[in-house]
């Protein structure tokens, strides 16, 4: 799902306590439904939605990730490709919401068609077509099926029998996902973005994000010299650094790691390193403000002076 709105669906609220404006998202009706999982009733609502704002990118979008959790593939695919004539972005290709019409015969159609038209917009971004390819579906994987457990967890429980199977489903697939990305690597290496594109090689992070730490720790070198080489991102380097060091029970560097304190149930920052140096050090990684960073989880922080 998209995560664009409407300027009309945006409230700006401006508080005393940040130099920042918090934004609070007022969710459509259409947006509601799909949270609750009520997908026939999103459907009716995107499409009074489209009938009164037809060339509304963001609805048109999210109505069509409806449509493919819908399994209403035939509408799916006619949506797909406006959507695509008037947004050309590689963001269907990587989003978990079109599994369902991955599965169909069209998608390869559809998937060149897209790439046809990436390549003419951005002219040919990707040398390593079918490695791109791979990266795009191991995203949506990735990402696959946290808004079905969240949703249990909601209306069950977190601990309920039915959230614990989706987890280990979903611990599973994530496996699988790792194993796949790592035989990968094996074969061509740690994909750049000159090769595949920033998206898709900011997938190969993503999901060795969410493996074990003996496989972060296998590639953080790797992802820091493609850092140096303007062929990975510093921010992902700084965010696999907090982990692993977290991992080892040992202060994070730059400040990414947030915890939730089940006792207060309330989220907190992780130990730092340095409190009057992680600003610097995040700004070295092109990161926002610490404080910035943590307000939104309602957290707030407050640098030492050094």
Known sequence: MKKTFNFFYILFLFTTTSL????????????SLRDEGNLNGAIIEFQKMLKEQPKDV????????????????????????????MDTTVQPLCDPDFLNAR???????????????????????????E???????????????????????KKIGMHSSVSNTLWQMKIKINEKNQSDLIELIEKKGWPKSSEVGGRAASSAFLIIQHSDSEKQKKYLPIIKSLCEQKEASWSSYALMYDRIQISMNKPQKYGSQITFNN??????????????????????????????????????????KK
Do not use: H
Request: charged share 30%; glycine share 2%.
């Open 131 to 153: 490695y791109a390819k791979k990266l795009w579906e191991m995203n949506a994987l990735d990402q696959a099926y946290y808004d079905d457990i969240k949703l249990v967890e």
């Open 58 to 85: 963001g609805t048109l979008y999210n109505y069509t990730c409806v449509l493919s959790l819908a399994n209403q593939r035939d509408s799916c695919f006619k949506n797909l490709y406006k959507y695509i004539e």
């Open 20 to 31: 920042s404006a918090q934004i609070t998202i007022i969710r459509s009706v259409a947006d």
């Open 263 to 304: 006792a207060k149930n309330t989220y907190e920052l992780s130990p730092l390193e340095d409190e009057t140096m992680v600003d610097e050090w995040r700004k070295e990684m092109g990161l926002q403000p610490l404080a910035d960073y943590v307000s939104r989880w309602n957290i707030k922080f407050e640098p030492k």
């Open 103 to 129: 599965q169909d015969k069209r998608w390869t159609d559809f998937e060149n068609k897209l790439i046809n038209q990436l390549n003419i917009k951005f002219q040919n971004p990707y040398k390593d077509i």
